[in-house]
């Protein structure tokens, strides 16, 4: 079998990755790739960058003829002039929360039907190319799994995710609780709750790279809330291979990555705060939780096993 990713995702690297090491050919196509093929050629009459990097790789796909062309939702493609070989099967890959893939993804109509990112959520896709779709978590980092030097505990808790208002609300009650929190994500400037100054802080701070792996291994605890009832950040993996317990509403994407006992599971009530204070004054439930995890990511997030799950999708395509 013969695979095309076309990504810009570390993540997806790393996936490319693992499929080499498995004795799959793959060949991975990248934005900057797509660029390049400017200085050697001109196609005629392309008028915007999403036209040009389309009819590129429709060149690169007409040239490989790959078995399978995987293209990631994040890059600027104009679906209607994907025209790859009729023996090549396309599938669109989903790495992001399923919220923002409905509502403003460049391939809404390709995405239509995605109810959860889960590797069993496969849909046909409305397109004549695009015969499927499937949305697939991708690996963990490798820098995650590192643990070589002592940990040092920075917060208590960090809020992950993009901003809503429920996580809004959750921070403000671990505040008043007196407990040492921080959020990462973008949107946080809109906190009404937080003051003018922290907001412009906050604002300031998402134009400037920042390492969320560093804020994720210096808490005791990471917390997750997602925009709907289904998805899983990409950080919740890298949480999980750092073996920092995660804490989380229960919905059946988080039952299908993780073992049930390997994760806290919150919900919205007046009580949540609480539970929270409850769980982080428990260290052996949490050292418990964060072996499991650990063990659990060394088995289930790495390139290797994310490219062995991958080939069960295709296969069941």
Not at 118 to 134: G, L, N, Q, V
Not at 155 to 161: A, E, F, R, S
Request: hydrophobic share 40%; charged share 30%.
């Amino acid at each position: 079998m013969r695979i095309l990713l076309a990504s810009g995702s570390v993540r997806i690297k790393l996936l490319s990755d693992g499929l080499k090491k498995s004795g799959i050919g793959v060949s991975l196509v990248t934005t900057e790739i797509l660029f390049a093929r400017k200085e050697d050629s001109f196609i005629e009459g392309v008028k915007s960058r999403r036209e040009f990097l389309t009819l590129s790789l429709n060149e690169i796909l007409v040239s490989e003829r790959p078995d399978v062309a995987v293209f990631d939702s994040q890059i600027p493609l104009s679906v209607d002039k994907i025209s790859p070989p009729k023996s090549t099967l396309c599938i669109l890959l989903n790495f992001d929360e399923p919220f923002y893939k409905r509502e403003f993804s460049l391939y809404s109509k390709v995405c239509t039907g995605f109810l959860s990112p889960s590797k069993s959520a496969i849909k046909e896709a409305e397109s004549e190319w695009f015969r499927s779709s499937t949305a697939f978590y991708p690996p963990a980092l490798p820098e995650a799994f590192h643990n070589e030097t002592k940990r040092v505990v920075q917060q208590d808790v960090l809020i992950t995710g993009k901003y809503n208002y429920q996580k809004e609300r959750l921070l403000s009650g671990l505040r008043a609780a007196k407990i040492n929190s921080v959020v990462c994500g973008g949107g946080w400037h809109r906190a009404s709750s937080l003051s003018a100054y922290l907001r412009r802080k906050i604002r300031k701070k998402a134009d400037t790279p920042y390492d969320v792996l560093e804020l994720i291994k210096g808490s005791r605890l990471v917390l997750y809330i997602p925009f709907s009832e289904t998805g899983l950040s990409e950080e919740i993996f890298d949480s999980a291979a750092a073996g920092i317990p995660i804490a989380m509403p229960s919905f059946d994407d988080a039952f299908d990555e993780f073992d049930k006992d390997s994760l806290c599971f919150i919900d919205d009530g007046s009580d949540t705060v609480e539970r929270i204070r409850t769980l982080l004054d428990f260290n052996l439930r949490l050292l418990d939780i964060s072996s499991r995890l650990s063990k659990m990511a060394q088995e289930r997030f790495t390139p290797e096993a994310r490219a062995k799950q991958f080939l069960e999708v295709l296969n069941r395509l």
